[in-house]
């Protein structure tokens, strides 16, 4: 897809065509942060999720099918951020059969989520279930409201 076609002339979409063109393997002029990039953006890209919200926790499920437990790795990085990350790794060809139509997705996927500040990271749970990922994060406790405090005025 060219950019410049389209009337959108600006450097931001120069940049988001080079960084577009960079996914292709056929460039290999493009250097390795920005080939990273391109091929992390495309995985969270590929990757769906559902996020739900319940008074006690919240979920986040992602349809992995034909993924085993060892291909999926889910982490809590820095400033609590959820990663659920993997691959998906092609099967072997068996001798005397071929692809004739190739459309499942292979290769590695990510996604990144930001927890919310009530996110309790020590409480995380994965269960993978006729394909479907469901990361449970309980919620922390929500704070006891501060009682005023009283000051005791004393006559002069």
Do not use: W
Not at 46 to 58: F, G, L, Q, R
Not at 94 to 101: N, P
């Amino acid at each position: 897809m060219d950019l410049r076609m389209t009337a959108f002339d600006s450097p931001l979409f120069s940049v988001l065509q080079h960084l577009h063109d960079a996914g292709d393997d056929s460039d290999k002029s493009v250097s390795g942060p920005y080939r990273t990039y391109a091929r992390d953006a495309k995985a969270m890209a590929a990757t769906a999720a559902d996020v739900k919200e319940s008074p006690n926790s919240y979920a986040f499920v992602v349809d992995m099918p034909g993924l085993k437990s060892g291909d999926i790795k889910v982490q809590v990085e820095d400033n609590n951020v959820l990663v659920i990350s993997g691959e998906r790794k092609r099967e072997e060809e068996k001798e005397g059969a071929k692809y004739v139509r190739m459309e499942r997705r292979v290769g590695k996927f990510m996604r990144k989520f930001a927890l919310p500040e009530n996110a309790n990271t020590d409480k995380i749970s994965a269960v993978c279930q006729d394909g479907v990922l469901t990361v449970t994060v309980e919620k922390l406790p929500p704070p006891e409201p501060k009682k005023p405090k009283t000051i005791e005025v004393k006559i002069a």
